[in-house]
């Protein structure tokens, strides 16, 4: 063994012991010497043209890749630029690993370049946060990083590397490298408080499952199955566990969608939630004050927040469920489950009308019916914007784990992340097709980001709801204060398809029902990361804006 660099300690780390093999980031002179070691050592630099756009793509190979995400961002605006995004994975619980230059230690306090106190800044949001001293410590800094970010409830961290100890050079023979990977503990739920939450479940004669992103982040898939196989339990996955049991499935709702969830939550006489929050998405859990709850989280603090548990089942959501399996009955409720159809599908008929039937101009419906006809079944579909995520919400079907993720319909309704999103989604799953379906306001927020695709060669498909304008706002203008006062949220026809084109992507423009199946096929067949922008009715209103705007309505009518 002879001299190693921080820099390069911090690269055969990544790559050696946490298995990181793709980096999203951009830049710049503080962090510059990892940048060589990435070289010296094989990890992938996926170089972006904003940090935001890094911490996104960072966020969502931490749900399709094998490891958590690790963004690198040089100090000060580098780090800045990329809050947005670490904020969206904190309040998303995404084991995103975000590393950072600082200014050099000797010169703090001094006036230095880019010198501010980032940790005191990011420290409410994320799980932990450190800064590296010591080059021997590299090692133990980085694993305490992984570690932090995977264990219990998944969260970002943050970890600085100041120059003074990336560009100095140590014995690597003074350096022991951690146990590569780490162990990761998963625990299970009290025996009692199973048997109690065993014997609502037997008793309950309207029963529900609410499944979130406790179980996309579980290996958790044949344990869900044999439970609701076994205790015929109507249920909806959302977040990133849809698709752990696929939408179509004979006892998922999601044929109505969010209007089958208000639905069965209004009439069930027991809810099962599994490793979602009750936050304002789900009413803060105040919309089945009839129901009994047994709650599943990984988070002691999440059991009776918001709401109290009649059992609360702290652990994995695998293991919990495992205990379960051992302890429920084989029950059937058909009649239950036929009930709840025959009330809520009439309510979706509409928008299931407007799927089928082609019209002028195009309703957001249809575009992601004919989106949903013209991919591979065992497509990505990533979704962003305000209307447009309603859309794709209730007319995508997702057939795996995470294969269909609402990016801005999180907690942080962060608009902006579909094509980051959707750029980490392909590099991570390769073999498959990934589809962007974008409002135009939410596309221009990274629409840089295609130059990033096509110097890497990332071959996506991106659908633009083209409503030429913020929708979701300017229908909440219209209803709050009429149509004569909307400010603000108009955009007008904008060919971002030309400029998808001017940066080497293939590009078209869609205006009619019969034009689009074509152009999405010529888009997929491209081979190139390629931009479909699709005229789409302009007055269209989704039940999402009417539910916005009155959440936000102080004064009642």
């Known amino acids: 063994m002879g001299q190693i660099y921080g820099g390069h300690l911090v690269a055969k780390v990544l790559k050696e012991v946490e298995g990181v093999v793709t980096v999203f980031s951009l830049a710049g002179g503080h962090i510059d010497r990892i940048y060589d070691g990435f070289y010296e050592y094989g990890v992938r630099i996926v170089d972006v043209r904003h940090e935001q756009a890094a911490a996104m793509m960072a966020h969502a190979w931490s749900i399709f890749g094998e490891h958590p995400g690790v963004c690198l961002v040089t100090a000060g605006p580098g780090f800045t630029n990329a809050l947005t995004g670490l904020v969206n994975a904190a309040l998303d619980n995404v084991p995103l690993v975000l590393i950072s230059g600082t200014a050099p230690v000797r010169d703090w306090d001094r006036g230095a370049l880019q010198e501010m106190n980032q940790s005191a800044m990011v420290r409410s949001v994320v799980k932990w946060s450190g800064v590296c001293h010591d080059i021997k410590r590299i090692p133990e800094y980085i694993a305490k990083a992984f570690r932090h970010a995977v264990s219990g409830r998944p969260g970002p961290v943050f970890l600085e590397f100041p120059p003074d100890i990336l560009n100095i050079r140590v014995d690597e023979a003074l350096v022991p490298l951690p146990a590569k990977g780490g162990r990761i503990y998963r625990s299970a739920a009290d025996a009692e408080a199973v048997k109690k939450a065993a014997e609502l479940i037997n008793r309950a004669e309207k029963p529900l499952i609410v499944g979130g992103s406790g179980v996309g982040f579980s290996p958790c898939e044949a344990e869900l199955a044999a439970f609701v196989s076994k205790t015929g339990i109507p249920f909806l996955l959302l977040n990133n566990g849809r698709g752990a049991l696929p939408d179509n499935h004979p006892l998922s709702l999601w044929d109505g969608g969010q209007v089958a969830l208000l639905t069965a939550m209004s009439l069930a006489d027991l809810v099962v939630i599994l490793g979602i929050r009750y936050n304002w998405l789900l009413m803060f859990g105040q919309t089945f004050p009839q129901a009994k709850v047994v709650r599943v989280d990984i988070d002691a603090t999440e059991i009776d927040r918001n709401r109290a548990s009649d059992v609360g089942l702290v652990g994995d959501t695998g293991l919990v469920l495992g205990q379960l399996n051992a302890a429920v009955e084989k029950r059937d409720h058909g009649p239950w489950l036929k009930s709840l159809k025959e009330l809520y599908l009439p309510g979706v008929a509409g928008e299931v009308a407007a799927r089928k039937n082609p019209s002028a101009p195009i309703h957001p419906a249809r575009l992601v019916e004919m989106v949903r006809r013209t991919m591979p079944e065992d497509a990505i579909f990533i979704v ?168 936000l309505t102080m004064e009642k009518k």
């Not at 073999?431 to 306001?441: A, C, F, P, S």
């Not at 980001?449 to 030429?468: K, L, Y």
């Not at 219209?478 to 026809?493: D, N, P, Q, W």
């Not at 400029?499 to 067949?525: C, F, H, I, S, W």
């Open 384 to 551: 962003d914007g305000g209307d447009t995520c309603y859309f794709g919400l209730m007319g995508l079907r997702a057939k795996a784990k995470s294969s269909v993720i609402i990016g801005a319909g999180g907690l942080f309704g962060c608009l902006g992340t579909g094509l980051p999103f959707a750029l980490a989604a392909k590099l991570a799953r390769p073999e498959k097709t990934v589809v962007l379906i974008n409002g135009d306001g939410s596309f221009g927020l990274n629409a840089m980001e295609f130059d990033t695709a096509v110097r890497h060669g990332i071959p996506i498909v991106s659908v633009i709801c083209n409503d030429q304008a913020w929708g979701m706002i300017r229908h909440g203008q219209e209803i709050s204060y009429g149509k004569a006062r909307t400010v603000g949220s108009g955009l007008g026809v904008v060919h971002y398809e030309k400029m998808v084109e001017a940066l080497g992507g293939y590009g078209e423009l869609v205006t009619k029902d019969e034009e689009l199946g074509p152009a999405l096929m010529r888009a997929l067949n491209s081979g190139k990361p390629a931009c479909v922008n699709v005229m789409t009715d302009p007055t269209v209103t989704s039940m999402a804006t009417l539910l916005f705007v009155d959440s």
